[in-house]
């Protein structure tokens, strides 16, 4: 186990467990856009092909009734070429992590997921003997209506960060669930629609007796990323982001909301206290 973590966490009557499907590599330039490299590389500090380690954080909740998964991580499409391209680590995976809790894939009642990225939403699907299948065939899987259309007809500059056979099997098995903006989902558990880093990113918030928490997503992907003007070279709409990822954040250090990061490298759950970040392991 990574002592660095807290994996399993009560939030009220729901149980919080953090599943990370490994580490992997993305260039410090793409991640931090115009920011200099003088002032990320201190805090998240490059290997010697300007890579910097990311985890894939993804989130297990129970609610009581339902086992709702949030994102599904890098998957297992990636060939040799594209492991060694994104300095994938060897370890356990998410299919792994939910074993070593007990959980078959048929436990799952939902997924949701951030937006459809390769590196979000690879363990959706498994290759099984007819072609790309469901790896949680029992699941609802919650995405929005606007990522969908993006991702099915990508621009140029997103094409890459789509891999079809994530999310075409979805709505071949007729487990896809389109949301349209902000939507309570379950009981307790919203999405709300922020666009910016691609046109239906969402995020999802939890709340449950008086206490809540934040899923970001790539809204803010590490705690490097806090500052509303630090974002990725990737975010298509900047402007967009920066305005949301503020009210986001205000939001919820006004409210007490934990934070959940897709893509830190440490614990992922912090809070903001004083506009400061604070990791639950500090």
């Known amino acids: ?24 590599r993305l260039d410090g330039g793409s991640m931090f856009g115009v920011i200099p490299r003088a002032l990320w590389e201190g805090l998240k500090p490059p290997d010697d092909r300007n890579r910097i380690r990311l985890g894939l954080n993804c989130l297990l909740v129970e609610t009581g009734d339902e086992r709702i998964l949030v ?72 995405v929005q209506e606007r990522e969908w259309d993006a991702a099915l007809s990508p621009d ?22 389109l949301v349209r903006g902000d939507a309570e989902v379950f009981p307790g558990v919203r999405v709300r629609l922020t666009g ?7 995020v999802v918030i939890l709340d449950s007796d008086g206490r809540g928490c ?9 705690f490097a990323h806090l500052r509303v003007t630090w974002h990725m070279g990737w975010d298509l709409f900047p402007l967009e982001l920066m305005r949301v990822k503020e009210e986001v954040l205000r939001e919820a250090e006004e409210r007490g909301q934990l934070l959940f990061f897709a893509h830190e490298d440490t614990d992922p759950l912090a809070r903001l206290v004083g506009g400061r970040l604070l990791p639950l392991t500090a």
């Open 1 to 24: 186990m990574d002592r660095t973590m807290t994996p399993r966490m009560e939030l009220g009557r729901f149980r919080l467990t953090t599943l990370r499907d490994g580490f992997f």
């Open 71 to 142: 994102e599904a991580g890098l998957g297992g499409k990636l060939d040799e070429r594209q492991r060694d391209l994104y300095g994938l680590e060897e370890g356990p995976r998410l299919p792994e992590k939910l074993g070593e809790l007990g959980l078959e894939p048929e436990d799952v009642d939902a997924v949701i997921l951030s937006h459809l990225h390769l590196d979000h939403c690879g363990w959706a699907t498994r290759e099984g003997e007819k072609g790309w299948e469901p790896l949680f065939p029992r699941a609802r899987y919650l």
């Open 156 to 177: 140029r500059r997103s094409r890459a960060s789509y891999d079809p056979r994530d999310f075409l099997a979805l709505e071949e098995a007729g487990l896809l669930e």
């Open 196 to 202: 910016g880093h691609t046109p239906g990113h969402q």
């Open 214 to 222: 934040v899923f970001l997503g790539d809204l803010v992907p590490t």
